[in-house]
């Protein structure tokens, strides 16, 4: 592995992975014994190519020319195309999907690593990919074997898109509210008529067919999400020998045009408004998937990836743009030491500054912070379908269970900033379309947004996965950070000062739980849900910077010392600030439940 990419740190990923999650070890499970270190890195240096030389080419044309609808079709540019047809044909598709399926059974953290290279170089263009991924595993979750056989097959093969189709304009987040209607027809499938809105990769001329998975309601639903049943609506019907058949009454209304990830088509797809009649009636056919009215369980299978894959593009989109402002404060001269005898002597490079420092060192541990928690959570989904010892397992399904929410939401916020120092950095050419960093701070602004806004991750984080299972994954996540804590505590030195201050942060996020348990008043109790959300974050964080603190031991050299500095940095600077949010979160403060609507 080389160390000189600006698209992420092959060293950092590499420490990661096998000094840090002994990846390695998976190979001793059955799922995973054919493969070894050699076919990781293989794997790992594969994915570097491809997304140097396919997907960070044409960052800056896919931004700079986003797609075009006339009306019909929509129009993307052709490096999009190409750089897809050649991820399909590298398998990378299938890299931790059943060998029955045409998978090649990597270890989900592996995969997440390789994945990490395409989000990281073009996350506009890797998005199509990604959808498409996460819609064949709901598949191959909870659909038919024909439905498997028809539809994930092509997906997998690059042939076939996918998307997920959950907002409509008038409901946004509010899938209970959705009106898209599922009519039932004599030959078994269903008539769909609806609109949606903010589909992602909803249409375009790429492949041979998109793969719609829509939320509808069928005329006997249960009111409510109670009632929202999951559909399979392809833009072309599929013949029974595979083939494509003719046009589904699928149109589009528009596409919206984006802040950033402007590469990704966004549109407001129709469904039945008689602009193609296949079979001689208007109405887009659509196929049950699973039974009626539990379309949003089976969604949830999807979403959950998709929010652990936001966070994990979340992250990787501001390591870029770290990597990328380092390289020009390295190589940037401006300005000269305070000390400087000679004021018209050389001017130094502007990493000299220790403002410039600052603002790198923030930048660091934030991405590597980050990058740590989405690569343990996907360890997390190894070990949940691959522990041989039971109690194993169910550890950690519930620890990823309270984490997905800081996963997803976590790098979303602090990526931003971190992209906003990337700018920084560069001072005014930062804010020029000459470097890419403000591309990326646009593209970064989608993910507090996508897949949930950070307001739901909070409500999720604190209402359901905290308070709703009575503490006890809150309490499961305390416990295992007790154990990084102890293995710190015996390093002695920095690391158990840290540790010290790890523990101290993490009593304090309990006894504030359980304060917040016994307020009584569930507007009360959930006012401040985002507070919460971004302490137990940070806390979280820190564990992480703790775990690879561990990890570096006494191992000497300049990436090791760059580790500790950094860890240094998040408990110096980052971790205090999570003791003012817990004070206001204890006091039960409600300003934001006082406030009235007319009083702005």
């Not at 599929?238 to 990830?261: C, M, P, T, Y």
């Not at 296949?278 to 959950?304: D, Q, R």
């Not at 500095?565 to 110096?572: E, S, V």
Request: glycine share 10%.
């Amino acid at each position: 592995m080389t160390s000189s990419s600006v698209i992420l740190n092959p060293r950092d990923l590499e420490f990661l992975l096998f000094e840090w999650l002994d990846v390695e070890k998976l190979s001793e499970r059955p799922r995973f014994a054919e493969h070894d270190r050699a076919s990781y890195d293989a794997l790992l240096a594969l994915c570097e190519e491809l997304a140097t030389e396919h997907f960070a080419s044409h960052y800056r044309k896919s931004d700079t020319e986003e797609p075009s609808f006339d009306g019909s079709k929509v129009t993307l540019i052709p490096e999009i195309e190409s750089a897809l047809q050649k991820l399909a044909r590298a398998d990378v598709l299938t890299l931790s999907l059943d060998e029955e399926h045409g998978g090649l059974q990597v270890p989900r953290v592996v995969a997440a690593a390789c994945m990490a290279w395409f989000t990281a170089a073009n996350i506009g263009t890797a998005a199509y990919s990604f959808l498409t991924i996460a819609n064949a595993g709901l598949l191959l979750a909870h659909g038919s074997p024909e439905q498997v056989e028809r539809y994930v097959g092509p997906m997998l093969e690059g042939r076939f898109f996918g998307t997920m189709t959950l907002s409509e304009p008038h409901a946004g987040s509010s899938l209970g509210d959705v009106v898209t209607r599922a009519v039932p027809a004599d030959d078994g499938t269903y008539r769909i008529f609806g609109s949606k809105m903010w589909i992602s990769g909803g249409d375009h001329e790429m492949g041979d067919n998109i793969v719609h998975l829509v939320l509808a309601k069928l005329p006997d639903a249960p009111p409510g999400s109670r009632g929202i049943s999951l559909f399979i609506v392809p833009k072309h019907l599929v013949n029974d020998d595979g083939s494509i058949g003719e046009r589904n009454d699928v149109s589009l209304a528009g596409i919206n045009h984006k802040l950033g990830s402007r590469g990704t088509v966004n549109t407001a797809p129709v469904f039945g408004d008689g602009a193609f009649t296949p079979g001689g009636s208007p109405g887009a056919i659509g196929y049950l998937v699973g039974e009626p009215h539990k379309g949003l369980s089976y969604m949830f299978h999807m979403m959950n990836a998709a929010r652990l894959g936001v966070g994990m593009s979340a992250t990787t989109t501001a390591y870029t743009a770290y990597l990328k402002s380092l390289e020009y404060a390295r190589s940037r001269p401006q300005g000269r030491s305070l000390t400087a005898a000679d004021p018209t002597g050389p001017q130094v490079p502007i990493i000299e500054h220790a403002d410039v420092r600052r603002m790198l060192l923030a930048q660091k541990s934030y991405v590597e912070g980050a990058l740590a928690l989405n690569l343990w959570c996907s360890r997390l989904l190894d070990d949940q379908v691959t522990a041989t010892d039971d109690d194993e397992r169910l550890a950690a399904g519930q620890l990823l269970d309270v984490l997905t929410p800081i996963a997803k939401s976590w790098p979303s916020q602090w990526g931003q900033e971190s992209c906003s120092l990337a700018i920084q950095v560069l001072g005014g050419a930062g804010y020029t379309r000459d470097h890419d960093v403000e591309a990326h701070w646009r593209d970064q602004r989608l993910n507090p947004i996508h897949e949930g806004t950070h307001g739901i991750q909070a409500l999720d984080l604190l209402g359901r996965k905290v308070l709703g299972g009575g503490g006890a994954s809150l309490m499961a996540l305390a416990g295992r950070i007790g154990e990084t804590v102890d293995r710190a505590t015996a390093l002695a030195g920095e690391p158990a000062e840290h540790a010290a201050a790890l523990k101290a942060m993490v009593d304090r996020l309990g006894e504030v739980t359980m304060s917040l348990a016994g307020l009584g008043d569930p507007d009360r109790i959930m006012a401040n849900a985002t507070i919460y959300l971004e302490a137990a974050g940070h806390v979280v964080i820190a564990w992480m910077w703790l775990e690879q603190l561990v990890a570096v031991g006494d191992k000497d050299g300049d990436f090791y010392d760059g580790k500790r500095a950094a860890a240094r940095y998040f408990f110096g600077w980052e971790l205090p600030k999570v003791g003012p949010m817990l004070d206001l979160l204890a006091a039960g403060d409600t300003t934001t439940l006082d406030m009235r609507a007319s009083w702005f």
